[in-house]
């Protein structure tokens, strides 16, 4: 079964270092990965997305996340956070499963993330 | 352009009532899907509609759930004598296809006493 896991549920980081928000990732086969941005009261914004070539993908308001196929990790990063980066982030795989060839996505549980300045 | 948008943005109701939710995808988009995200939780899947017709409907956790897109634009889904378990936010997104990047609305945030 896929499945993704954030191991972290909140991530704190002061104001202008880097960040790093962890996932990791469990498939059969050649893994569709994302991340999505909640605010509060809001729905979620896609960042970035893994489907296939280079590793380090490069997304929405200067994140970044890394693909590591034999770690099965799909890591969020910034290299200076803001304030505004605070919110909820989620990391997501496409179900590949025989049965869904749909395109459905599978959620980790989220990371919260507090910026302070 | 225009994004996904859900209506109603909040809806409170009683236990046993029924319950219609609204989501209008981005235009031209073919694909899309329903979610639900409890307290939380990452979001969780419902439903997905290719055109006008559910292709996956696994998601739905019992037969009180129902979903439709009529005319392959406007969804609807439907909950039939709610329960306070249903408490959640109901979450649309649509893609241009099935495998493309979806793209979420703001929610429907359900709240049944």
């Known amino acids: 079964a896929q499945s993704v896991a954030q191991p972290e549920d909140q991530v704190n980081v002061a104001e202008g270092n880097p960040l790093t928000v962890k996932c990791t990732y469990s498939?059969?086969?050649?893994?569709?990965l994302f991340w999505y941005v909640q605010y509060p009261n809001r729905g979620l914004q896609f960042l970035l997305k893994?489907?296939?070539?280079?590793?380090l993908v490069k997304g929405s308001y200067g994140f970044e996340a890394e693909f590591n196929k034999s770690q099965t990790s799909f890591h969020l990063k910034k290299p200076s956070a803001l304030v505004s980066d605070s919110a909820l982030y989620f990391c997501?795989?496409?179900?590949?499963?025989?049965?869904?060839?749909?395109?459905?996505?599978?959620f980790g549980q989220g990371t919260t993330l507090q910026v302070k300045p | 352009g225009a994004g996904v948008s859900q209506t109603p943005s909040n809806k409170v109701t009683e236990k046993g009532k029924y319950v219609e939710l609204r989501c209008d995808p981005i235009?031209?988009?073919?694909?899309l899907y329903w979610y639900r995200q409890s307290l939380g939780q990452g979001p969780e899947f419902l439903i997905y509609?290719?055109?006008?017709?559910?292709?996956?409907d696994s998601g739905l956790p019992n037969d009180r759930f129902f979903a439709v897109r009529p005319e392959g634009s406007v969804s609807t889904l439907k909950i039939q004598r709610t329960e306070r378990g249903d408490s959640a936010v109901y979450l649309c997104?649509?893609?241009?296809?099935?495998?493309?990047?979806?793209?979420f609305g703001p929610g429907t945030r359900l709240l049944v006493l």
């Open positions: 498939v059969s086969g050649n893994p569709y």
């Open positions: 235009s031209g988009h073919t694909a």
């Open positions: 997104a649509s893609s241009f296809g099935g495998r493309e990047t979806q793209y």
């Open positions: 997501a795989v496409r179900d590949l499963s025989r049965s869904s060839n749909t395109g459905k996505l599978i």
């Open positions: 893994y489907i296939t070539g280079d590793n």
């Open positions: 509609f290719q055109g006008t017709g559910a292709a996956d």
